[in-house]
């Protein structure tokens, strides 16, 4: 099959290797297209530490499934399938109480080992969820941010009848804004500089601004980061009206500081919420789309062939477009 | 003025009486419509035993403040307004704990003091809550019935992305219905027996069914009464998927016994809640409203005048159209 | 290896069989004891419908690894270890959703497959939990129906400053009043018929009732429930204050039917909850022991030889002692 | 009365006023004793902007009800009790919503209007509880403190079988770590510099530190800051473990900036919570009082006559001591 090779940081080749064959426990899947996000660009640059290369990355992805290992039961070829990337040791103290995201063992496919830049990808069965026919297949790569989204969403707690702030207009962002609307948010405003960006929020944003500092101070119930940029963090705590639930996605840099004032913590009895990966929240991500909750429309972009993953990973890196997919038989 | 007075159960009449004035921190509301609702039908039967008699009944309302009692801030002659009707002692165990609609000295205005089926009513300034310009007046009486539904939703927690079914398509179900709706449920069926209600539900309802026999066993993730019937609770019950959740709104007979199954409690590990009026939800309900998230003209019908009172108990004893209103400028 | 083999509802016999040798993911336990509940009641009895004949039951146990699995990593032989007896498919709907104990394909060591009251017993790995060293081993089969009632508690919520009443004082009464005083409840009374038992819960009961009627109606802030019978569930309900929660330990048969009062649900806004089995709730179990929060030193009984093992069924369905457990080398 | 009036910040005396007349719906406690804290030392120096002055400050107090304003019920002359100074205005968004905490119009007295470091002092009728008579009254003034910090508590959410760590061994600090320690946390380790009060938490401390730096980074699963100072919040924060909680009871200057890292937030998911005085907690802080569930000898120290009242502001501000208290009788 062909597969992008990532050898160490920075250098990538399409090559052709063997097929992977499926373990006992595991599903071969012919991948009909794999996402791209900021862990890819870091996992390029040598800056996610878990990754041991060469690896080939890939770890938003779905397809057909086209063989299955030996005590794999309930899952037949044929099946078109989403799958959930995570990789968990199941005996830590986290996986143990069901905080699986938090997992001492953690791993992930295309993280950690082999992944979905490629025509074929071996996946624990236990990790493959049956995609909604009736859907388009081009949605597949958001299931995964989704349903990050969606732990973010049980972090925050009900919505129902408040005001939102999401503060970044990509992927993340506009997922986040669009599952706050579908769950009860009676204004949902966004930020974002990008001017493409704040006009493809149109379907969900009731309002759009280019800079956090032009909405009003403590003025919202509830913010959402979704850039990971610590100047947005500062400004978007700031909006919290009293009472006020702040929810970050967003991935900031590991050693960089964001300042608060623990006062207005205090005096306002706010509450700031750190959403980590994806918790039980795949299925409920396919639910959302399946019933029509959500639609993923405006975040999908035409995919590329595998050989552009060094274009694709600067394109991400760059904030350019919505999902940037790879896909084996594009282009 | 001109007022409903009900002398005894079963007896009343519309006479002139003197207006009310102000006490300190009281405020004086020109009634524009007060709903009726089951509570009314008991206390025209004298069966809602904290209701002493004679009485003006009347405890869904709103208004223009017309007078101003010598200590109310904040609050002026002119505005309109909708009433919050219930009054609570502040000093018991509840009342202290924030669980006001437990209060061990609980009281309404229209049900244990005089109310709104009158051109006038004396209102504590605390209970009257500004009404959203840009909103039907039509919708006022509403407001009230709203606010239990929204404090029921508090009690079920959150609903986003799951499926339920509401037992009751009356006024009560409906309002449910539609915050389901708003807060995320990806479906929300209808049981209900008449024909016009269930047409009704055309805004809000995917399916109707007209038994609740119809629909499947252990489906639903949640289930909301709106019927206080013992069958229709029994029924919903069995309707509870694993792991489901079930808010009885329904007010059934005093000393009525509905059956349970201990072992389903257990083996689906359900949850049955109770909900009881409102709780820091008028505030909430009034928001929903203001910022789109429910639409009430399905439920509006067309006012009567104070003297229809006695036909517009009979029309809610009988479930004829949705929110029955008297006016005293109607007809 | 010895091993109690139940050919059919009815008919056990100590045999000597071949020793278990662990699959790739899977160890060795040599039983040090095994407890029996009520469960094994029911197995013994044909009446827990999963349970295929012949089976080797007893599902509450440990002792020491004396093999490992080709795949096992970071478990040594030598190891005491307590285990958690539940298989789960881990790709159902509740799987996917971490509520596990919902499993469509729910299975158990010593209720599905063959279990503990033997020498050996085969284990998957994820399902052994390091035994806390200074405890006495003697408290090992306590940690699985200590784990039941941690899923209790976390499904009943916080009873830090409330009055409780525990209703049956078995090993599980037992242990449910002993966690409600760890977390904090300020009061915590029993109802148990049994006189040996009701002396048995000097250790954590304020006061003890040998029949619920004799508590009084609507005053606890929580109940809970530990017999699983009609009459005291009903009782059990009659007992909660408004806004109290009841909690359903007791398993009833699967036909019976309890009677509520729908009204009383609604006008105190009472709260049902139903708990099935453990979820994420071992690790906890075993942390409550560990810290020292929990002691069992009450509810230890003598252990029997494996040859005892119909009459240590009959024992429990009698409900004589607390917990009874079998061990290869007692007596 | 002999009263302490505060004429401006820093010049206070003790003088003879009129004796206070109860409103309507006030009562005149005859104060027994009265409390000091942070905020009182704020106060007299002028930082504490809702202060008129001329003042009688004095807000954690109790004592006997003396005399009771025409339209008070249920309370009688003679009745010992404890204040809640708390006053709001009903009305406001916050207050309306049941986070009266957050009032826009908030107010206390002794904060806002006359207080109790006097001899008599007027009270609202729904601020007094009556005090658990079998409770020493010396007791009396760490009833507001404590349902500071069981409002914090209900913020953190179960400690259940958790470990805590409390930073800070002031009167607050004390507080949480007793109250976490009845709410069923299994370990409960203090920091706090002053050798004295380390001393004397040795009725709820497991272990105790001099400094947050000797704690292991990463470890509690729950912190709770009762210092104000962004130093030791900083260092708290970095002791969460993955999962972990924090708690913010300590009030740090208005403009003052903490750091934490948003990788970390994200990363381990944690949770930060900040508290602000009292919601619903007073009647709870008393029945955990009387229920026997916090015990508060080691907090109470001499009480000082009215004349020390800048002494006591100062002992206060150097962290001398446990509850500073004056009282009319005292000396
Ligand atoms: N919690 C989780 O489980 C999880 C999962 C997936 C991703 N993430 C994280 O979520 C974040 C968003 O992901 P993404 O894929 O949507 O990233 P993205 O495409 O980089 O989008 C972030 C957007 O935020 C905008 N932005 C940055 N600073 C801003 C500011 N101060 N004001 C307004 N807009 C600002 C960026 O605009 P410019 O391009 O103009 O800067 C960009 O459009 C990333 O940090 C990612 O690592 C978290
Ligand atoms: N919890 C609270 O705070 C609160 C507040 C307000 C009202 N309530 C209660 O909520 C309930 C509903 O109020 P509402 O004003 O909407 O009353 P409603 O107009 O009487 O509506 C109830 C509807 O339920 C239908 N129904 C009865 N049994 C049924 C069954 N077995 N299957 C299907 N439908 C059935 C009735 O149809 P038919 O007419 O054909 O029987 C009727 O249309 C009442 O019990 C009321 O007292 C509670
Ligand atoms: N939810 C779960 O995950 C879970 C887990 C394990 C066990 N369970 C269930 O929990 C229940 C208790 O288990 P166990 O092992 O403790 O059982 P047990 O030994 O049978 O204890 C039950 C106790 O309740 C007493 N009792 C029965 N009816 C009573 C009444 N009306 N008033 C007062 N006391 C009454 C019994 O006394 P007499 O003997 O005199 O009748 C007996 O002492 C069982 O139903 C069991 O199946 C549930
Ligand atoms: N949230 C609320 O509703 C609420 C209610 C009441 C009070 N408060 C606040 O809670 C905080 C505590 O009140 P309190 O009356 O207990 O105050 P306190 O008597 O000043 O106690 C604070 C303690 O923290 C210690 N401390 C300060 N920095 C420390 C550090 N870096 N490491 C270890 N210990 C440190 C202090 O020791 P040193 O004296 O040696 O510095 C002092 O013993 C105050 O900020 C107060 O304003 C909040
Ligand atoms: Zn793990
Ligand atoms: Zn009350
Ligand atoms: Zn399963
Ligand atoms: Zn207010």
């Not at 097929?19 to 890819?40: F, K």
Request: hydrophobic content about 40%.
């Amino acid at each position: 099959m062909r597969a992008v090779v990532l050898y160490e940081p920075g250098r990538a080749e399409v090559i052709d290797r063997a097929d992977p064959v499926p373990g006992r426990g595991d599903v071969i899947v012919e991948v009909s297209g794999a996402g791209l996000c900021g862990t890819d660009v870091h996992i390029f640059e040598g800056l996610f530490p878990p990754t041991p290369y060469p690896i080939v990355p890939g770890h938003e992805f779905a397809g057909r499934v086209v063989a299955v290992g030996a005590e794999v039961d309930g899952l037949d070829e044929g099946e078109f399938a989403a799958a959930d990337c995570t990789l968990t040791c199941g005996r830590c103290r986290y996986c143990r109480s069901g905080r699986y995201n938090l997992c001492l063992g953690w791993g992930a496919i295309g993280d950690t080992v082999d992944g979905a830049f490629a025509e074929y990808v071996s996946v624990p069965a236990v990790n493959v969820f049956r995609w909604p026919e009736h859907l388009p297949e081009s949605w597949t790569p958001l299931t995964e941010p989704l349903a990050c989204v969606v732990r973010g969403a049980e972090r925050l707690g009900s919505v129902a009848g408040i005001s939102v702030l999401v503060v970044g207009g990509g992927v993340i962002g506009a997922l986040a804004g669009k599952l706050m609307r579908a769950s009860g948010a009676t204004r949902v405003d966004l930020c974002e500089r990008g001017e493409v960006r704040r006009t493809r929020a149109a379907d969900w944003a009731d309002t759009t601004f280019d800079d956090v500092a032009r909405t009003d101070e403590a003025s919202y119930e509830a913010v959402v980061d979704a850039t990971g940029s610590i100047a947005a963090i500062e400004a978007g705590i700031a909006r919290l009206a009293p009472g006020g639930r702040y929810l970050l996605l967003g991935v900031a840099p590991a050693d960089a500081v964001a300042g608060f004032s623990p006062y207005e913590l205090f005096k306002r009895e706010l509450t700031l919420l750190g959403s980590m990966s994806k918790r039980y929240s795949f299925q409920p991500a396919l639910d959302l789309l399946h019933r029509g909750a959500i639609d993923l429309h405006s975040l999908v972009d035409q995919p590329l062939p595998l050989e552009s993953y060094v274009d694709a990973v600067e394109r991400v890196a760059r904030g350019e477009g919505m999902k940037t997919v790879l896909a084996p038989d594009a282009g």
